[in-house]
């Protein structure tokens, strides 16, 4: 059953940054700036979109608000899809992303008239995670994952039952006969998106003779939810659970879960830090934030919150919420993407 994330708040500080007119005359100057703020802002920033990148704009957000007494930011996380939804209605500023905006939302921004731009601010690997006590399950390839999460396995109730469709995707199979308990994202997430692509499930369920129309889908009957939380906390309630969420949530949870490896042909990959950054780890995917452009030129506030966000102070929380930073030329190219920015007009992000 699906469960609506409300995670909606606004943070107001107590102290307003004085800051010398000439040092943020400009996006290039607060590109790299320790704070990016203005004198008197007194509006107000919505950011809605990703779960994952959730903690990032939050922690962006408090930061930015601890040198903006007057200024308001809100901050939502019901899903890439659902927050790209709201971004091209026009009802947000600024949408965060685990992936890439899709054609159809394009068009969709497109026959709104809403106007934006795409920056890359961080990286995640997609963390598939089982609980402690089922020890036997330690690694997967995509035929697996496929047996497992894929269209053709809905009605499995046992791991056992997946290893006859493993063994003919290439799979490793060897399921235990235990129950097969799956909490993961819904149809409304990034994370939900990216996992089918990076994991090869739509091109497997077509070769499979799956129909086009319901390849690019996980199955139907697993416990799917926007809040990661609540996908962790499935993990850790039962003993043969499965599951998947951004890096940083199932880190921060040490040995509450286990972190499956991953094998996309070179051999089995643990999710870290550094195997997300180097794009070994095979569920590796970039972290985006979309901003309207034309609210940038009517909502000084909202300008100066990017400025923030692109700085060397903003974009720290990458790390401070336990995301991989991005190498530092991906960095000034959507710094310099911002800088770009002025003037309006759609962009997606280079990398």
């Known amino acids: 059953m699906k469960m609506n994330r409300s995670i909606r708040w606004s943070v107001v500080a107590a102290a307003l940054l004085a800051i010398v007119a000439a040092g943020c005359s400009s996006k290039s100057d607060t590109s790299t700036s320790g704070t990016a703020g203005g004198t008197g802002m ?61 054609p159809e939302e394009a068009k969709a921004c497109k026959q709104a008239g809403v106007n934006y731009v795409a920056m890359e601010i961080g990286l995640d690997g997609i963390t598939v995670m089982t609980n402690p006590a089922n020890s036997q399950i330690t690694c997967l390839n995509d035929g697996d994952l496929y047996a497992l999460f894929g269209p053709q396995s809905e009605g499995f109730g046992s791991w056992s039952d997946a290893n006859a469709l493993a063994a003919k995707v290439g799979g490793k199979g060897n399921f235990p006969d235990e129950p097969l308990s799956i909490v993961a994202p819904g149809e409304e997430s990034g994370t939900y998106d990216s996992f089918i692509d990076l994991a090869g499930i739509e091109d497997t369920a077509i070769e499979q003779g799956v129909p086009e129309d319901k390849a690019a889908a996980l199955r139907a009957d697993y416990q799917s939810s926007p809040n990661d939380s609540v996908i962790i906390q499935g993990i850790e309630g039962s003993n043969s659970s499965l599951g998947f969420v951004g890096f940083a949530y199932a880190d921060q949870q040490g040995d509450q879960i286990d972190k499956v490896q991953i094998d996309g042909g070179d051999g089995c990959v643990e999710p870290s830090a550094d195997t997300i950054r180097d794009g070994s780890y095979p569920l590796s995917r970039s972290l985006y934030i979309y901003v309207n452009t034309d609210k940038v030129a009517s909502n000084p506030t909202l300008k100066s919150f990017v400025d923030y966000y692109m700085s060397d102070a903003g974009i720290a929380a990458v790390t401070d919420a ?4 991005i190498p530092s030329e991906r960095l000034d190219a959507s710094r310099q993407t911002w800088t770009n920015a002025e003037g309006g007009g759609s962009a997606s992000p280079s990398a």
């Open 322 to 325: 336990d995301y991989v930073a």
């Open 42 to 102: 007194t509006g107000s920033v919505d950011v809605s979109g990703s779960s994952t990148v959730l903690p990032i704009s939050q922690l962006v957000a408090e930061n930015f608000s601890n040198d903006n007494a007057d200024a308001q930011v809100s901050v939502d996380g019901p899903g890439t899809g659902d927050g790209f939804v709201l971004f091209c209605e026009g009802k947000t500023d600024i949408n965060d992303a685990s992936r890439q905006i899709e």
